[in-house]
């Protein structure tokens, strides 16, 4: 019988398939982010169990992981939800990354005012990627703030990514295929360009508007 402690779950996270390429594809698009002159940070949204998540090989690339917990006893055993996460209650977490409030304990800051060009990770500068209905909330409200969402999928396109793009839920549907060179790597890649080059012409008209201002 399995016990229901974090050092089960966590070993379980060592065992799963990720999708071809997910392995280096951190490493690779932070490389090219840094090329276009842009800092790039990974975060997960899950209504999985974070304990199974930081088993995985790549839970080291990601900045932050917003997912179920469980509360553990003395010994060290599963004994209460600690967090749960649901897909309507993962877009909180969305806002929680515009702002820069990633400690789930302060929720008096992740509710103030902060005026949109002074919010760390701008919407526009967002790339969603999904491959579940609990996604979908997060890509719909990513993409309404000017990100960008992309719906994968493990092989062919099926109904829902069909009516994902039809709904103008997301802005693409491709394979789940994370390898170099294939359509997701090179989607994200131009993605990527455009939130560099938009940043550096916000940069500049932002310059000239100071050096322009005359008393």
Request: glycine share 6%; proline share 5%; with cysteine.
């Amino acid at each position: 019988r399995q016990p229901l402690n974090r050092e089960s779950f966590v070993s379980l996270g060592k065992a799963i398939d990720l999708y071809p390429g997910v392995e280096n594809w951190f490493s690779r698009m932070n490389e090219f982010a840094e090329e276009n002159d842009l800092i790039l940070e990974h975060y997960i949204i899950s209504s999985g169990l974070k304990e199974i998540i930081e088993g995985c090989s790549i839970y080291p690339e990601i900045k932050e992981v917003y997912a179920c917990e469980f509360h553990y006893d003395e010994n060290g055993v599963a004994d209460w939800p600690k967090n749960s996460v649901n897909y309507t209650g993962k877009t909180q977490y969305i806002f929680r990354i515009n702002k820069g409030i990633l400690d789930l304990s302060k929720n008096a800051e992740l509710n103030k005012y902060v005026p949109k060009e002074e919010r760390p990770i701008p919407f526009r500068n967002m790339i969603y990627i999904g491959d579940g209905f609990t996604d979908v909330p997060c890509m719909k409200l990513v993409r309404e703030y000017g990100g960008t969402s992309i719906a994968v999928y493990p092989d062919q396109p099926g109904k829902t990514a069909i009516e994902l793009i039809n709904d103008s839920r997301v802005d693409f549907a491709m394979k789940a295929d994370y390898r170099s060179g294939s359509r997701l790597d090179k989607t994200v890649k131009d993605i990527l360009r455009k939130i560099s080059i938009t940043s550096k012409l916000e940069n500049l008209h932002r310059k000239q508007l100071k050096d322009m201002d005359v008393d």
